[in-house]
Nanobody, 120 residues
Framework: QVQLVESGGGLVQPGGSLRVSCSAS????????MAWYRQAPGKERELVAS???????KFGDSVKGRFTISRDNAEKMVYLEMNSLKTEDTAVYYC??????????????WGQGTQVTVSS
């Protein structure tokens, strides 16, 4: 079984910075795309950023230029560096990974989420 665990969420003031991390553990052969999504109260879950196994990145329009995504393949981790945070960035942030858990089987796995609150 594969488990993803996020960490690093919390309360930050507008204009501040925060980094959230996600680690994968379990039966892992390799990992393809990794991504961060977020869901604010009363809103649909939306893509924040994604990164391929080769390092190609994509960002949601609302976070371009402010957020950075990176990964450590050896440690099976993905990071989201958030700068110039706004109150509208407040949400539960979820990481997801497409994991090959055997040489022939791949599934997407999700973490339990970490709360990020931007408020003065």
């Amino acid at each position: 079984q594969v488990q993803l665990v996020e960490s690093g969420g919390g309360l930050v003031q507008p204009g501040g910075s925060l980094r959230v991390s996600c680690s994968a553990s379990g039966s892992i052969y390799s990992i393809d795309d990794m991504a961060w999504y977020r869901q604010a109260p009363g809103k649909e879950r939306e893509l924040v950023a994604s990164i391929t196994s080769s390092g190609r990145t994509k960002f949601g329009d609302s976070v371009k230029g402010r957020f950075t995504i990176s990964r450590d393949n050896a440690e099976k981790m993905v990071y989201l560096e958030m700068n110039s945070l706004k109150t509208e960035d407040t949400a539960v942030y979820y990481c997801t990974m497409f994991v090959w858990w055997s040489w022939a089987s791949r599934d997407d796995f999700w973490g339990q989420g970490t709360q990020v609150t931007v408020s003065s």
